[in-house]
């Protein structure tokens, strides 16, 4: 079995992004420890979004941000953490990487799982870039195992934290099927005032689909991309007109793991996911993500058409 250093060093990636890519692993190593040793409660802070920090959400944010910062190839960072960029080397950093450091944090207290997401884009900056710029993205799930996939060069690869600290691969080229069976639909709050997602509800059911939902977008995701079948739906309603999901930390990164492993991802008005243009670091976005036909036809649903 490889080692992701072997398998990054084998693959035709610049050494310089291949080394992105093992300081944010390296940065999930000291994260997976802080979640299994650390508080759970509450920071008493709120983050840009107004939304209320755990003391975790804190933590692994410095933890990402004080690794990255020690890279002379990082040109800026932006967190969901953070209101602004940060600008580590600008113009003379290679790479600027965005991250989600602690997705899905309202399930530390119930110790469900959580995850890191992130995606590395060349120069200084996101603003004016779209997902489809994206060099390489991931996400590190930490559960009973901390795993992560890992995504570029056109695929998908799962990798897995060994007993000596190590990635080992676990599967490559990640393979999802067109026609989903399982279902994680989220934001059921927006179906008393949009019949149309009733509508994808009964598509489902009718289905006979398997419903895996467990309120954090990296489980969620993580369990359509190991079971390489399924679609996850997050679609606005009036409590957010355009969804709550983040574009540059969570769906772009999201879109480019699963385009990369044949899965599709659009906004609920079909848009391409990966072709909207990042104008606000934390702008939000609807997703309809997974096996690629069930997009189109929940797409196809939610416009009525
Ligand atoms: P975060 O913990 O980084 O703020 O992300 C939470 C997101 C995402 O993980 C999940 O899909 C979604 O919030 C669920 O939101 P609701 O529980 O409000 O539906
Ligand atoms: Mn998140
Ligand atoms: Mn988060």
């Known amino acids: 079995m490889s080692s992701l250093n072997k398998f990054l060093y084998k693959s035709t990636l610049p050494s310089s992004l291949q080394r992105v890519i093992l300081e944010i692993m390296r940065a999930s190593k000291y994260t997976a420890h802080a979640i299994t040793t650390e508080e759970t409660g509450k920071s008493g802070e709120t983050n840009v979004q107004g939304e209320e920090q755990l003391a975790l959400d804190m933590r692994c944010d410095e933890i990402f941000c004080n690794i990255l910062s020690e890279s002379e190839l990082i040109a800026s960072f932006a967190s969901e953490e953070q209101e602004n960029e940060v600008e580590i080397n600008g113009e003379n950093g290679k790479y600027s990487v965005a991250f989600d450091p602690l997705d899905g944090s309202s399930l530390l207290d119930v ?51 060994c007993e000596v600290g190590e990635y080992q691969l676990t599967k490559q080229n990640i393979s999802i099927d067109s026609i989903a069976k399982i279902f994680a639909i989220g934001n059921l709050r927006a179906l008393p005032e949009r019949p149309e997602y009733k509508k994808v509800l009964d598509y489902f059911l009718e289905n006979k689909n398997t419903l895996r939902y467990a309120g954090g977008m990296v489980p969620d995701i ?31 990164p999201m879109a480019q793991i699963m385009m990369n492993a044949g899965g599709n991802a659009t906004d609920e008005e079909g848009e391409n996911i990966e072709d909207i243009e990042i104008v606000q670091l934390h702008q939000r976005t609807s997703i309809i993500l997974g096996s690629s036909s069930s997009v189109d036809d929940v797409v196809d649903i939610l416009q009525k058409k």
């Open 111 to 161: 110790n469900g799982c959580v995850g890191s997401i992130f995606g590395i884009w060349e120069g200084n900056g996101f603003i004016g870039k779209k997902g489809k710029d994206l060099v390489a993205s991931g996400y590190i799930q930490y559960g009973p195992r901390t795993t992560a996939m890992i995504s570029f060069d056109g695929k998908t690869h799962e990798f897995t934290l």
């Open 222 to 252: 993580n369990t359509i991309l190991c079971k390489e079948n399924g679609i996850f739906t997050y679609p606005s309603h009036s409590e957010y007109p355009n969804g709550k999901l983040r574009l540059l930390y969570e769906c772009a």
